[in-house]
T-cell receptor, first 117, second 113 residues
Framework: KAGVTQTPRYLIKTRGQQVTLSCSPISGHRSVSWYQQTPGQGLQFLFEYFSETQRNKGNFPGRFSGRQFSNSRSEMNVSTLELGDSALYLC????????????????FGEGSRLTVL | AQSVSQHNHHVILSEAASLELGCNYSYGGTVNLFWYVQYPGQHLQLLLKYFSGDPLVKGIKGFEAEFIKSKFSFNLRKPSVQWSDTAEYFCAAQSYNTDKLIFGTGTRLQVFP
């Protein structure tokens, strides 16, 4: 069973540009979550999509957006890049049944490392 | 707001030493609790989880964690660490109501032979 696939793995952008990151979840997983990982800050929750709908959202500015397609693949976009956006962006998928049926386990990809110059 | 605190940012141990990493969560409702591990150069993976029942849960590689509801804590323990346990460890809490999974800032563990 293939794992979570994120593309691109590495990218370099300059301030003011925009970037789109892609995530393909494990087959059958309907939930995709995005996290930003930086040294000292840990994993900061960006948003979660389930069946093409944003179900949860973190405390990031509107420059950070995402979407999910009917095949559960997800993209996140960051517009008007700032130096502080340099980070490892992690995607995670899960079966994500609600409440007590929710196993809660996330399966992570290897991440997309974004450097903003 | 839901939050997770990990008090130990960097822990250095010798092999065979005992390990305890602290984790406290802040949330008034029912939560599921997790420990994830990230070995050098690898992706995050689940170490163990607590949903309900016995507050002492056992995970992979000899790790265990104890849920103490009165202290809002879910500390990770291992009686005797190995060099291969060198990694970053993340505690996480998931709200029953929203399914939102929030992580702590992580603890970097270095084990020297």
């Amino acid at each position: 069973k293939a794992g979570v696939t994120q593309t691109p793995r590495y990218l370099i952008k300059t301030r003011g540009q925009q970037v789109t990151l892609s995530c393909s979840p494990i087959s059958g997983h309907r939930s995709v979550s995005w996290y930003q990982q930086t040294p000292g800050q840990g994993l900061q929750f960006l948003f979660e999509y389930f069946s093409e709908t944003q179900r949860n959202k973190g405390n990031f500015p509107g420059r950070f957006s995402g979407r999910q397609f009917s095949n559960s693949r997800s993209e996140m976009n960051v517009s008007t890049l700032e130096l502080g956006d340099s980070a490892l962006y992690l995607c995670a998928s899960s079966l994500a049944a609600r409440g007590r049926q929710n196993t809660g386990e996330l399966f992570f990809g290897e991440g997309s490392r974004l450097t903003v110059l | 707001a839901q939050s997770v605190s990990q008090h130990n940012h960097h822990v250095i141990l010798s092999e065979a030493a005992s390990l305890e990493l602290g984790c406290n969560y802040s949330y008034g409702g029912t939560v599921n609790l997790f420990w994830y591990v990230q070995y050098p150069g690898q992706h995050l993976q689940l170490l163990l989880k607590y949903f309900s029942g016995d507050p002492l849960v056992k995970g992979i590689k000899g790790f265990e964690a104890e849920f103490i509801k009165s202290k809002f804590s879910f500390n990770l323990r291992k009686p005797s660490v190995q060099w291969s346990d060198t990694a970053e460890y993340f505690c996480a809490a998931q709200s029953y109501n929203t399914d939102k999974l929030i992580f702590g800032t992580g603890t970097r563990l270095q084990v020297f032979p």
